[in-house]
Nanobody, 121 residues
Framework: QVRLVESGGGLAQPGGSLRLSCAAS????????MSWARQAPGKRLERVSGIGADSSDTYYLGAVKGRFTISRDNAKSTVYLQMNSLKPEDTALYFC??????????????RGQGTQVNVSS
């Protein structure tokens, strides 16, 4: 069955960095786009970043553009989110999301359990 296991969350200071990883299994990873989304307490889920199946297309939420970088390693069935210059408003539960097809605008159909990111001094 489909599994998405996120890791790498934790506590970071403002201006610090974290690298999230999402290990995927149960489907052909290289055929589908992947995304990261986050949900802060009391707020809606929002997509932070996405990457196409062949890494040719990427998407970034305006609030993270220039600070976050998404990448994937199809040989390892893993997608990453490098988060730099973290801000307190980046505090949220971060989810790894699988899309149905290879494009970043294809519908999503599965998400992981999430990894918590807290940014605080």
């Amino acid at each position: 069955q489909v599994r998405l296991v996120e890791s790498g969350g934790g506590l970071a200071q403002p201006g610090g960095s974290l690298r999230l990883s999402c290990a995927a299994s149960g489907f052909t990873f290289s055929n589908v786009a992947m995304s990261w989304a986050r949900q802060a307490p009391g707020k809606r889920l929002e997509r932070v970043s996405g990457i196409g199946a062949d890494s040719s297309d990427t998407y970034y939420l305006g609030a993270v553009k220039g600070r976050f970088t998404i990448s994937r390693d199809n040989a390892k069935s893993t997608v990453y989110l490098q988060m730099n210059s973290l801000k307190p408003e980046d505090t949220a539960l971060y989810f790894c999301i699988k899309h149905r097809g290879g494009g970043i605008d294809d519908p999503s159909d599965f998400r992981g359990q999430g990894t918590q990111v807290n940014v605080s001094s």
